[in-house]
C-alpha cells in the first residue's frame, strides 16, 4: 500500500498520477535544485488530463493540473518528484509543472478564476523553493530548450503551450502582487458612520445621498470598531506606488501606481465625491507602500439617490500596468454590504410663536400648539381674526417623493378639519380629521419636492414669501389655521421620510 500524502499546496487536491508517470526524487538536494516553474495547457479539460496521468501507460505527468472554470487545484505529483511534463530532462529535474485545462489557440478560455489560483500556487510554490518571480524563472513550454534540436524550444516535440492567449503580462501581475487584510478582520468591512454608532447591528444603514467613511468590524471583535481606512499590507515583490495626481489621466495613472478599486473594474453605485473615478475609489494615504509594508487606502462612500435596498460591492487593490494593459485586481477581497433606508427627518413645531397659539407639551414628551378658539365666536363661524398659521420649513438633503407625516396629541376635543398645506412642486392641499385618538404619526400625503426652481405662490399663501432665494431642496408645510373652525386645534411635529424612487420604477437603480 503506497503511503498516504498530502498536497505541498494548501488548498490543492491530491490526485496522484500512476507511479509509471513520474521519477521519485528528493528534490530539492545539493545537485538538484528547483528554480524553474512550466506553465502548460492541456489542449482540454482539466479532468481529462488528471484521469490520462493517472493512466499506467501515459508515461507523461504533471505536478499540478488547474481547471479553467473553477480554479480548482489537482496535485497529482509531489513537488520532490520529477514529473514528466517538459519533454526535456534537464528542465523536467529542475522544476515544478503546472497544466491548466484550455486550448492555445482558441481566444477567452482561460479565466480570471483559473489565472488567480495558478498565480497564487505559483506564489507558494516559489516562496517554498525561493524561485525568483520573473519570466527567467516562470516560464512556458514553448520556452524549454529542445535538446535534440539544439537554437529550437518547446521540449521534445516542439510544444507551443500555453499559446497567444495566455496573457502573461496579467500573470506575472498577479504573481508578483499580493495584499493582505489584517489577520483579525474578516474581510467583511462595515460601514460605521459617526452618526449611526448607535447601529449595533449588521447591515449597516445608510441614507439616500449619505456619504460615510468606510471601517471595519473585526471578527472577533463584537463592537465595531471606527477606522479612517482601510489597512493593507504588502505581501508581493513590487512596490505599491503612491497616486502621483496627474490630473491629465484620470483613470489611466502611472504604471505601477496601486490604487483601492472595485473589484469587478466597473462602475460602482456607491462612489463618492472624492473618489478618483467611479470605479477607483482611493488611494494610498501614506505613500509608496514597500514589499512587507502596510499602509491604509483611505475610501468614502455614497448612498445613491435614486435607491432604496441592499447593496454589496466588493473592492480590491487595482495595479495599473503600462499602457494600454488594462489594470489588475489583485490581493483580499474587502466586501461592503450597506442597506440604504429613507431618511427620516422629524420637524419640530417652529420656535417661534405664531399669534393665536399656545404651546403645550403633551404626556410622552410631545410639544404642541394649540389654537383656541376666539372668544366670543359662535360655533361654525370662522374665527377673528384669523391667527397666523404654523409653517413647518426644512431643507430635505434630496429631491423627489416625500412622504409627509404629522404627529397627533391625543384625547378629544381636537377640531375635525385641519387643513395642511404642502408646498411641494405642486402646491397640494390636505384636510386630516384630528378627532382620531391616540398620538401616533398620520400621513399627509407623498409630495414630489424638487431642487431649485420656483415653488408656486398662490394668491393668500402666506408662507411663499418665507421660501429663501436658493433652496437645496425646501420643504415647507403649513397648518391652516384660518381653515379651522372654533374649537381647539392640536398640531403637533411634522416628519418627511424619503426620498422614495419615482412611481413605478421599483427602486432599480440606474
Ligand atoms: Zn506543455
Known amino acids: 500500500m503506497p503511503v498516504a500524502e498530502t498536497p505541498d499546496f494548501l488548498g490543492a487536491v491530491w490526485e496522484p498520477a500512476a507511479p509509471t508517470n ?40 504533471s505536478h499540478y493540473v488547474i481547471d ?19 519533454g526535456d530532462r534537464i528542465t523536467n529535474t529542475r522544476s515544478v509543472g ?30 517554498r523553493h525561493n524561485i525568483p518571480r520573473d519570466r ?16 529550437k524550444f518547446g521540449g521534445r516535440g516542439g510544444h507551443t503551450d ?23 478582520v474578516s474581510g467583511i468591512a462595515l460601514l460605521l458612520p459617526s452618526s449611526l454608532l448607535s447601529y449595533p447591528g449588521s447591515p449597516f444603514v445608510l441614507r439616500p445621498g449619505e456619504t460615510v467613511t468606510a471601517t471595519f468590524r473585526g471578527a472577533n471583535v463584537l463592537r465595531n470598531i471606527p477606522e479612517s481606512a482601510f489597512t493593507l499590507t504588502n505581501h508581493g515583490d513590487d512596490m505599491w506606488l503612491a497616486d502621483r495626481k496627474d490630473k491629465q489621466e ?30 477607483y475609489v482611493g488611494s494610498s494615504a501614506d505613500g509608496d507602500i514597500a514589499p512587507g509594508d502596510s499602509g491604509k487606502f483611505a475610501m468614502s462612500l455614497r448612498a445613491p439617490g435614486d435607491f432604496l435596498g441592499e447593496i454589496t ?24 454590504s450597506v442597506r440604504i433606508d429613507p431618511w427620516d427627518i422629524t420637524v419640530p413645531i417652529p420656535p417661534a410663536l405664531p399669534s393665536g397659539w399656545t404651546p403645550k407639551t403633551m404626556p410622552g414628551g410631545a410639544r404642541v400648539y394649540w389654537r383656541k378658539s376666539v372668544p366670543g365666536a359662535k360655533k361654525g363661524e370662522r374665527t377673528t381674526p384669523a391667527p397666523q398659521p404654523v409653517v413647518w420649513e426644512t431643507n430635505l438633503p434630496l429631491p423627489g417623493d416625500w412622504d409627509v407625516y404629522v404627529r397627533f396629541p391625543g384625547g378629544s376635543g381636537r377640531t375635525a378639519a385641519a387643513s395642511y398645506a404642502v408646498n411641494a412642486s405642486v402646491l397640494q392641499k390636505t384636510t386630516l380629521d384630528q378627532r382620531t385618538r391616540g ?60 426620498p422614495f424612487p419615482a412611481a413605478g420604477g421599483s427602486g432599480t437603480p440606474k
Request: proline letters at 9%.
Open 313 to 336: 460591492e466588493m473592492f480590491r487593490l487595482i495595479n495599473v500596468p503600462p499602457a494600454p494593459r488594462q489594470p489588475v485586481p489583485f490581493g483580499d477581497m474587502i466586501t461592503l
Open 98 to 127: 503546472i497544466e491548466h485545462g484550455g486550448y492555445a489557440y482558441r481566444p477567452g478560455f482561460f479565466s480570471i478564476t483559473q489565472y488567480e489560483a495558478s498565480a497564487k500556487l505559483v506564489r507558494d510554490i516559489s516562496q
Open 162 to 184: 500555453p499559446g497567444p492567449y495566455w496573457d502573461w503580462d496579467y500573470f506575472m501581475t498577479l504573481v508578483r502582487n499580493d495584499a493582505k487584510l489584517p489577520p483579525n
Open 250 to 279: 484620470t483613470e489611466r495613472r502611472k504604471a505601477g501606481t496601486v490604487f483601492l478599486g472595485t473589484a469587478s473594474g466597473q462602475d460602482s453605485r456607491l462612489a463618492a465625491a472624492d473618489w478618483i473615478s467611479p470605479r
Open 439 to 498: 398620538s401616533g404619526w398620520r400621513k399627509v400625503g407623498r409630495y414630489r419636492f424638487e431642487t431649485g426652481g420656483t415653488v408656486p405662490a398662490s394668491a393668500g399663501n402666506t408662507f411663499a414669501s418665507t421660501l429663501p432665494g436658493k433652496p437645496p431642496v425646501q420643504a415647507t408645510v403649513i397648518l391652516e389655521a384660518d381653515a379651522v373652525t372654533p374649537g381647539v386645534l392640536a398640531a403637533g411635529d411634522l416628519r418627511f421620510v424619503g
Open 22 to 61: 513520474f521519477k521519485p526524487s528528493a528534490r530539492p538536494s545539493a545537485d538538484q535544485i528547483i528554480d524553474r516553474i512550466v506553465i502548460h495547457d492541456i489542449e482540454g479539460l482539466a479532468l481529462s488530463a488528471v484521469r490520462w496521468f493517472q493512466n499506467p501507460k501515459a508515461q507523461v505527468s
Open 68 to 86: 479553467a472554470q473553477t480554479g480548482m487545484v489537482y496535485q497529482q505529483v509531489k513537488e520532490r518528484d520529477v514529473a514528466w511534463h517538459a
Open 136 to 151: 527567467e524563472h516562470i516560464i512556458g513550454h514553448f520556452e524549454v530548450p529542445d535538446t535534440a534540436n539544439p537554437g
